[in-house]
């Protein structure tokens, strides 16, 4: 009893604050989901109309332009992200000079809220005053770099700024799973002959496999959410060419006045995302059930 006496204080700071926290979500989501089934217009509504939200959303182009973009996005984002993180990490795994000053380069954009990213590569990907200006003003006058105006190239650019501002953060992961690798078992891989290449390939990188997963589910929750983003760099121009669910939510919420339809896209933002958590929470329940029974 003294033992539990001593540790309330520990228990107050963890659990109250995670207990309102989790409160908080489960309520908000719940009172969302009842007014998506409702006329909610600019203030909440009793009037029950089933799934017609939904399915108004839907049929909406903004809806299909943008659930389009978030698959290009997503999948640029996440498996780019991932890739750069894990070149940086074998990158600073060498042992390099300056490793701890690159470190801090690399996780820098980190720092920087979506806004901030988004501002500042507005301006370098700006025709008009960035990298396609300072370059024909150095004489290559042919030069085009302008993705931001042009309707098929401008989701990338969102892609390009997404990397920027996240790579560092899964070069963080990978390689504290590349220094967390067993020694003994690296010391016996380059015994057998095993050279750089080969090391990383068939013995460190499968070993990555958890941590690989967690990065990816991270970054799909990260790309699902998008909004401050896409607002600060495209604001989901040219025209709508580059909408992601969240802006089509900010839409139909606070442009239009259509809270109904706006709690129905955010549902369906949620049951996306539920798509991705749902089956890593399931794997990772088998993986703690078969250590605990190994």
Do not use: C, H
Request: hydrophobic content about 55%; cysteine-free.
């Amino acid at each position: 009893m003294k033992l539990n006496l001593r540790r309330l204080p520990e228990y107050l700071v963890i659990w109250v604050p995670l207990l309102l926290a989790a409160g908080q979500i489960v309520t908000f989501a719940l009172w969302t989901t009842w007014i998506s089934f409702t006329s909610a217009t600019l203030m909440p509504s009793g009037d029950w109309v089933g799934l017609k939200n939904y399915t108004n959303v839907l049929a909406t182009r903004n809806w299909k332009i943008a659930f389009d973009n978030l698959l290009i996005f997503g999948f640029g984002f996440v498996v780019l992200t991932a890739l750069t993180g894990l070149f940086l990490a074998i990158l600073l795994d060498q042992r390099i000079r300056g490793e701890n000053v690159l470190r801090s380069i690399f996780l820098y954009p980190l720092a920087l809220s979506f806004v901030v990213t988004g501002t500042a590569w507005s301006w370098l990907l700006n025709p008009g005053m960035g990298v396609q200006k300072l370059v024909n003003d150095l004489g290559w006058t042919g030069f085009r770099f302008d993705w931001l105006v042009d309707r098929d190239m401008a989701i990338w650019t969102i892609v390009i700024a997404g990397i920027w501002q996240s790579s560092g953060f899964a070069m963080a992961l990978f390689l504290a799973g590349l220094r967390s690798v067993e020694p003994d078992l690296v010391k016996a891989a380059q015994i057998d002959g095993a050279g750089p290449f080969r090391l990383y390939t068939r013995v460190i990188l499968p070993s990555l496999w958890p941590i690989v997963i967690a990065v990816m589910v991270i970054l799909i929750q990260t790309a699902i959410r998008t909004f401050d983003l896409v607002r600060a760099l495209t604001g989901g121009g040219p025209g709508i060419a580059t909408q992601l669910p969240a802006l089509v939510v900010y839409d139909f919420m606070f442009q239009r006045g259509q809270l109904g339809r706006g709690s129905a896209a955010a549902v369906l933002m949620l049951l996306t995302l539920a798509a991705v958590l749902l089956p890593y929470g399931i794997w990772k329940y088998v993986q703690r059930r078969r250590a605990a029974n190994a």
